[in-house]
């Protein structure tokens, strides 16, 4: 286990997940919070991300669906996969804004409902960070790419700044009960490296957004 593993651990030994509650109004409250966030790249970087988008698709953490107006009209399927029941309700009405078709599935990444070697692209925006058990969220990945498969992704990562990523490591449990689960410190491109997946990726800073979240990784994994 790396160092900053073993600092997300201990943190998490004395942590309670968020309620269920405050994740109902966090789900309301997402698109509001992001929106300086989108409007100062990150629209754009979705869109330029998600341009390659191939094949039948599936999104990890749908989320409320800000990546659904970037999708490739080409791409031969899209599933949507989210375990929050308020972001699937607002998920499923910005398909229905968009008129758009695609499936949307209960389930969390650590347990993705895929059969093996079944999808061309796997897509990860802002997600990494809160489930639970990561390493098993990449092995469920890997499990149901195909061999020429590609995970596409936009991650917030633990800071290179030592004083930034301390700041990480010190607010990590107000952030966390705060934002839906997000731990702020994870180092995720570590993360992927370990489990396999070969990384082509741009450091980035996502601007409009508080300064612990503002170190992003965007870029295109294989195995």
């Given at each position: 286990m790396t160092?900053?593993?073993?600092?997300?651990?201990?943190?998490?030994?004395?942590?309670?997940p968020p309620s269920a509650a405050w994740l109902r109004i966090f789900a309301l409250a997402y698109?509001?919070?992001?929106?300086?966030?989108?409007?100062?790249?990150?629209?754009?970087?979705?869109?330029t991300l998600l341009g390659g988008a191939r094949g039948r698709v599936v999104e990890i953490g749908a989320g409320t669906g800000l990546n659904i107006a970037h999708y490739p009209d080409e791409i031969a399927e899209l599933v949507l996969v989210e375990p929050e029941p308020g972001m699937r309700r607002?998920?499923?009405?910005?398909?229905?804004?968009?008129?758009?078709?695609?499936?949307?599935?209960?389930?969390?990444?650590?347990?993705?409902?895929?059969?093996?070697?079944?999808?061309?692209?796997?897509v990860s925006t802002l997600v990494?960070?809160?489930?639970?058990?990561?390493?098993?969220?990449?092995?469920?990945?890997?499990?149901v790419l195909r061999p020429d498969g590609q995970v596409l992704f936009i991650e917030h990562v633990r800071a290179s700044s030592r004083f930034l990523a301390a700041c990480q490591d010190?607010?990590?449990?107000?952030?966390?009960?705060?934002?839906?689960?997000?731990?702020?410190?994870r180092?995720?491109?570590e993360l992927m490296r370990d489990c396999g997946f070969t990384i082509a990726a741009d450091d980035a800073v996502w601007r409009g957004m508080p300064s612990i979240v503002r170190p992003i990784m965007v870029g295109?994994?294989?195995?």
């Open positions: 160092e900053n593993a073993s600092i997300e651990s201990s943190n998490e030994l004395h942590e309670r698109d509001p919070f992001l929106w300086l966030g989108e409007i100062a790249g990150m629209r754009r970087r979705r869109s607002s998920l499923a009405r910005r398909l229905q804004r968009h008129g758009r078709v695609a499936r949307i599935v209960d389930a969390p990444a650590e347990r993705l409902p895929l059969a093996d070697a079944s999808v061309d692209t796997v990494l960070c809160t489930v639970n058990d990561p390493e098993l969220a990449l092995r469920e990945i890997a499990r010190f607010l990590f449990t107000p952030w966390r009960h705060f934002a839906g689960g997000c731990r702020c410190n180092a995720t491109g295109r994994a294989t195995r």
